[in-house]
């Protein structure tokens, strides 16, 4: 009886505001409150930030082999590009590309994408040069950056020649290595770095 009675006044003594042991409850709940509404916040802003950093990497994207058209097309001509407007993929009309097609041979082209690798604006090939009209982005023939800001030159296109007819695939990154410019094997977006540091934080989002 003794014991209920202490029991009982224990339990009255916890809602006494006033009573020390009440407040340090009161302490403890809003500590693991504020914890536990911190780590919410946390989870809130870290997964889309995460989601966005590795989505990329694990996204895969539907190419398929566009056709150029016989590889003796006459307007591949050795020295000077020919813009080829294409479609790409499932959406058809909606996803339609430009690629400039070089004869390096009579079944060797240089196909390079019209993608400006500063913000994406379309490039244009002006006879000796290929020049952006959104910030002044300036490439050579080759595609290497010769004025402006892009960060990297001009995307390739990979290809390949069969029963007679070019066929244009995938866009691949491109490095300027000692003036020349060679072909990774991953496609960047504009804006992104292929090597270094800054390459590894763009993944490849195909
Ligand atoms: S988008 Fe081409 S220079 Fe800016």
Redesign the pocket.
């Known amino acids: 009886m003794a014991d209920r009675k202490t029991e009982r006044a224990g339990a009255a003594s916890y809602s006494d505001p006033a009573d020390p042991r009440a407040i340090i409850s009161r302490s403890k709940f809003l500590t693991g409150a504020t914890v536990g509404l911190g780590g919410v916040i946390g989870i809130a802003v870290a997964v889309p930030v995460v989601g966005f950093l590795l989505g990329p990497s694990f996204e895969t994207q539907d190419w398929y082999w566009a056709s150029f058209g016989p590889v003796d097309n006459k307007n591949f001509k050795e020295g000077t590009y020919e813009p080829v407007i294409f479609e790409r993929g499932k959406l058809g009309e909606l996803d339609r590309r430009v690629a400039y097609v070089r004869r390096d041979g009579a079944e060797e082209f240089t196909i390079i994408s019209n993608v ?6 379309p ?1 244009q090939f002006k006879a000796t040069n290929f020049a ?6 300036q490439y050579d023939t080759e595609g290497i950056v010769t004025a ?3 960060v990297r030159p001009l995307n390739r296109f990979e290809y390949k020649v069969d029963g007679g007819m070019l066929y244009v695939g995938r866009p691949f990154a491109t490095q300027d290595v000692d003036g020349k410019v060679v072909m990774t094997d991953t496609f960047k977006l ?1 804006g992104e770095p292929v090597g270094g540091l800054l390459g590894w934080l763009y993944p490849s989002p195909s």
Do not use: A, S
């Not at 400006?116 to 604006?121: A, E, F, I």
């Open positions: 400006c690798m500063h913000l994406g604006c490039v952006c009209p959104c910030h002044g982005g402006g800001p892009p504009p």
